[in-house]
């Protein structure tokens, strides 16, 4: 943001304060959101899975709902900033919709697979905390039955790194509590250590690499049938 002038045009997502904030610099802005009442694009999800049941507002007309081929409620304002940038650069309301929600997630990115009767949400791309957050809880959310979590280190945190995988241990177990599942996580790399620390022994495991994870991975599918 840096590089934007003040003249610029920006996109700016309105359920973040600070970048509302930020964005009463520009003469030219276009907001979106969710929960945000006064944005120029709002969405409205009916339903976050498996897959996103969602309409939008504009100019005060309703388009939609719409099924889009992505699911979770935190994929709605990923998909009003696709849309949102559309509109701005002249798109079609409707045609940047019906779009977005053709996107097919791909490259490990909110792909939801499913083998041997199993449901698997795929999101290793680049997982930083808010990410692996929404992940999480969207698999608590959509579980019928125990939840068995792989998750790798987060990584490029910094100094932060040894709170942050301690926060999501917490969380992790705040998700279990929540929703009343059972769950297993398994913890790969040096970093998921410290989440490690904050679980009980007989609902996680600890690993230092994916080599490692295999035969613990296998033993749970044998043991609970995930």
């Given amino acids: 943001h840096n590089r934007t002038h003040n003249d610029g045009f920006a996109v700016v997502n309105l359920d973040d304060p600070w970048l509302g904030n930020m964005a ?12 945000a009442e006064k944005a120029d694009l709002k969405a409205i999800i009916h339903r976050a ?5 969602i ?19 935190y994929n709605a304002c990923n998909m009003a900033a696709a849309i949102a940038a559309g509109i701005a ?28 009767n199993r449901n698997i949400l795929l999101d290793a791309y680049n997982a930083n ?40 241990g917490q969380y992790i177990a705040t998700q279990s509590a929540a929703t009343g599942k059972p769950y297993f996580a398994l913890l790969v790399g ?17 690993v230092p690499d994916t080599a490692a994870a295999q035969p613990v991975f ?9």
């Avoid at 899975?49 to 049941?53: D, F, N, R, Y």
């Avoid at 039955?145 to 792989?150: A, D, I």
């Avoid at 998921?192 to 495991?205: E, N």
């Fill in 24 to 35: 009463k610099r520009f003469s030219k802005c276009f907001t979106y959101g969710v929960d």
């Fill in 49 to 53: 899975m498996p897959k996103l049941e």
């Fill in 55 to 73: 309409a939008f507002i504009y100019q005060g007309t309703q388009y939609g709902p719409y099924t889009a081929e992505l699911g979770g409620a």
């Fill in 89 to 116: 650069l002249g798109g079609d309301v409707e045609t940047c919709i019906r779009a977005a929600c053709a996107y097919l997630p791909a490259n490990n990115r909110s792909e939801w697979r499913q083998t041997n």
């Fill in 129 to 168: 905390p808010s990410s692996m957050e929404a992940a999480i809880r969207t698999t608590f959310e959509m579980a019928t039955s125990p939840v068995l979590l792989v998750l790798g280190d987060m990584l490029e945190l910094g100094s932060y790194a040894p709170q942050a995988h301690a926060e999501l």
């Fill in 190 to 206: 040096p970093e998921m250590a410290a989440a490690a620390a904050t679980l009980p022994a007989d609902c996680r495991a600890w």
């Fill in 218 to 226: 296998d033993a749970q599918l044998a043991q609970h049938g995930f």
